[in-house]
């Protein structure tokens, strides 16, 4: 005869017995080494985030930034857009619809690399530093609303973006290559330059952003500018820009000549996104700052940042091999 006392057999122990159990398998099928799971998530991560910057580049081209003209309601009386607002609401609203599209890539992500925690790859660490910087951008971007697109409010909005932009590429990296032994490849002195490139690509990233801040994509027509010369300070954005450039040149020649491939194929990268991004600069100055051309520019600032991190790192790796190719971990080999 069963005891109908027995906790075991009880409603809610038999209940919480059941979640126990489904967590517990849940647990035992996540990741517990990189493999293509955690790799797919880092990339959609970088994806999203540059995503992100795409769809913000939208609303202020379009003029859309008060779209919406509250936060974090549409309107007084409702979350979402209504028919009134036209096409500028739904734009704005559907920038941030895009928000909940970043958290589940987010939570997904975390999910991934929730076992590898104590492994000291560093990605538990990039994934929840990621997933804070969402709800960081999302009260920015409130807070920019509130101000009427205040010109330097939007642009910290655009650096909290390229910071997640560079973190996700780190997390790119180090989901590709997990357990390499980080020894400086390049000489001393081509770490320097490659750091003195790092540092003027974040000088023309910032005068990039106080110039557009004085340029006429404000987000909406009535929003404020800086009042600085736009004119004059697209001149100075392209000086810190040329510099990157020249630097650039150099490490290119440097890395070929040292036999450094996998330095050698990320300066490559660093190389074209740069002469994209100064035949996209020049032409859209020349021809009256057309949206299509500032949107691109906008994104590409974002792959050059990506870029130069993944220069910057590929300064480190395993002395014994600089291929390009994927390790495997030791416990997926095995299988």
Partial sequence: MSNSLDPGRSPSGGFLGQLTLLWSRFRAWLPDGVDRRVRVMAWATLVAQTLLVGTGGAVRLTGSGLGCPTWPRCTDESFISTPEMGIHGVIEFGNRLLTFLLVVVAILTFLAVLRLKRRGYGLFSLAVAIACGIPAQA??????????LNPYVVGLHFVVSVVLVA??????WRARYPREQRVRLAPGWLAAVAHAASFFVAVTILVGIVTTGSGPHAGDSGAARNGLDSEFLQHVHSWPA??????????????????????????TLLL?????????????????????LVGLHMV???ALAAAM??????????????????????ALAAR
Avoid: F, M, N
């Fill in 167 to 172: 973190l996700s590429t780190v997390l790119v």
């Fill in 242 to 267: 040329y510099i990157v450039l020249a630097l650039t040149a150099v490490l290119w020649v440097s890395a070929r000549r040292l036999r450094l491939p996998r330095l050698l194929s990320t300066v």
């Fill in 272 to 292: 074209v996104v740069e002469a994209l991004q100064i035949v996209v600069g020049i032409t859209q100055a020349r021809t009256g700052l057309p949206e299509i």
């Fill in 300 to 302: 590409l600032a974002c």
């Fill in 139 to 148: 009260v920015i971007g409130g807070i920019s609303v509130r101000t009427h």
């Fill in 309 to 330: 991190t993944a220069v910057v790192l590929s300064l480190k790796g395993a002395p014994a091999d600089q291929s390009l190719s994927t390790p495997e971990e030791p």
